[in-house]
């Protein structure tokens, strides 16, 4: 399982990556996994405004139906239409092309306080 | 050891439209003896090329085959967590074609249907005797209607003070429709963690005047009984909240504890669980709901009233009275779900309250035996004591066996396999309800199976990667089943 260096990550496994002023949010390796086969997800639309910690959309696998939790607050900026007829793209690759949403940030160092990699694998050696 | 699972001959059928030749047919009309008239061409459908055209013994073999490939509780055990699986006895069948019940219309005048009136108005009382409720309606369609018809009721009871409260509390180990309901009556989950149980701690850190209510499933989902429930109801309702439980766990608790004496304000009963009524092939079902004294003018009408006091009425007076002007209003058509009610009141009749208390502590006791016989084989991921259902994780399964797997190994060996994968606080659940009605015989068996599986991991896992291998189809491919269903016939598709 890999979790790259420069991704923060938070306790419901999620991502983010900050580029240029935008959060790009998805779901861990670790995540994919422990869901199984992806079948569906539901993405908010542009302009929601999102508050950290509220779910902001679901994934469903053939085994479980999940949330998905704003990590940070801000304004969807943009979404991965593409998840939505092809789903198994969180399985293949969840931190490049399983991307799931762009946020505007409210706060521009509030990703600052979220997990690195080492503490997030840390939690998940603890959690399994 | 029997292994109940084994093959033999099944015979294959095929889809309808496949059967299907021109010309024939079911039924003869007489001659038509008035003038003929076209239908109207907006009123044809086109696009159903192939329709079906087949003899009665066509229809009658098609659906005997089907039916042969289906598992019941009357083919074997059927441990579904949660679900309540338990036998349905046949006299609850008999009582229910008893042609004065079966045959009566809906819209019959009160006094002309004082019979099924009566029996209404003795099962709604019934149970609220064994919820500890001091009403009870029998108006909802199902268990979803219910929990639905219970929130629309705090609700309206909090709107008609005028509180606007927005949030409901649900914890880890609620049942998992509960957030679907809350959502539906229009308020925001908030999520609480547990540890096993609810802990008052937990819900007083999260108890303000923003939250209308606490959903809770009494025992929980991990089969514990919440054994803070009084201290935490009376916490909620200090800080004027209320209390829903979600009774898909009545099973464990009839004749022994009363969800209305330990502080519960609304609670649904799963007749088609609780009550051994069918349950599956989609219904239908009967979700009543039990409510303290404050909240019985919201609830839901009309429903039965009869002069007089409890089963003692006059006689020749039930009838079905409107929902006053603070009601929820309508949830169904008519009466409800009547011949489910039946069933329902004819069990708890046979049984009588000791045989109530007796099938809750059956259940729990088998529960405890399957716990015993598979704890160390299986990982126990909670180890305080069960009510009526055991969840097992696949921790400790060897040969990158996992859950899913073992539940596809159990068909081999012929058993239905259990709920997997709930609750989602345990990684790859497996949650075992034998429920009363199966003997030591029976669950011994099934134990034996579990053990067996847990060894064909260690020492041949590619049997339950593989499996099942004994049923008429392999293993589905229910990915792409999700992904890309086809939903209906195509010819040659």
Known sequence: MEFPEEFKYTEDHEWVMVEEGLAVIGISDFAQDALGDVVFVELPEV??????????????????????????????????????????IINTSPYEDGWMIKIRMIDASAADNLMDAEAYQALIAEES | MTIVGTSGLVLNEKLLFEHSDPGRKGYSLPKLDVPSAELPAELCRQEINGFPELSEVDVVRHFTRLSTWNYGVDSGFYPLGSCTMKYNPKVNE???????????????????????LELMY????????????ARVTLQPAAGAQG????????????????????????????????????????YDVMPIASEGILTLEEVEAHMNDDVAALMVTNPNTLGLFESNIEAICKLVHERGGMV???????????????PGDMGIDVMHFNLHKTFSTPHGGGGPGSGPVGVTEELIPYLPGPGVECDGLGV????????????????????????????????????????GPEGLKYASEMAVLNANYVRARLEGVYDLPYKSRSLHEVIFSDKDLEGSCHTLDVAKRLIDYGYHPPTIYFPLVVKGAIMIEPTETESREILDEFCDAMISIAGEA?????????????????????????RKPKLRWEEGG
């Open chain 2, 244 to 258: 829903y439980c979600d009774g898909a766990n009545l099973n464990a608790l009839m004749g022994i504890a009363r």
């Open chain 2, 147 to 186: 929990e639905l018809a219970g929130m629309l009721v705090i609700r309206a009871w909090h709107e008609a003070r005028g509180s606007k409260r927005t949030k409901v509390l649900i914890p880890d180990t609620a049942h998992g429709t509960n957030p679907a309901t809350a959502s539906l009556t229009g």
């Open chain 2, 94 to 116: 008999a009582a229910a074609r008893i042609p004065g019940l079966a045959g009566i219309h809906p819209a019959t005048p009160s006094h002309l249907s004082q019979g099924i």
């Open chain 2, 122 to 133: 003795r099962l709604q009382s019934a149970l609220a005797e064994i919820s500890g409720f």
């Open chain 2, 458 to 482: 260690r020492d041949n896992p590619d049997l339950l990667h593989q499996a099942p291998i004994r049923s008429k189809v392999r293993r589905l491919d229910e990915t792409t089943a999700a």
């Open chain 1, 47 to 88: 302009g929601v405004v999102l508050e950290a910690g509220k779910a902001f959309g679901v994934v469903e696998s053939v085994k479980a139906v999940s949330d998905i939790y704003a990590p940070i607050a801000g304004t969807v900026e943009e979404i991965n239409d593409e998840l939505v007829d092809a789903p198994e």
């Open chain 2, 312 to 351: 003692d009425c006059d006689k020749e007076s039930y009838r079905l009275e409107s929902a006053n002007a603070d009601s929820i209003g309508r949830m169904m058509a008519f009466h409800g779900n009547v011949g489910i009610m039946v069933r329902a009141y004819a069990y708890i009749r046979s049984m």
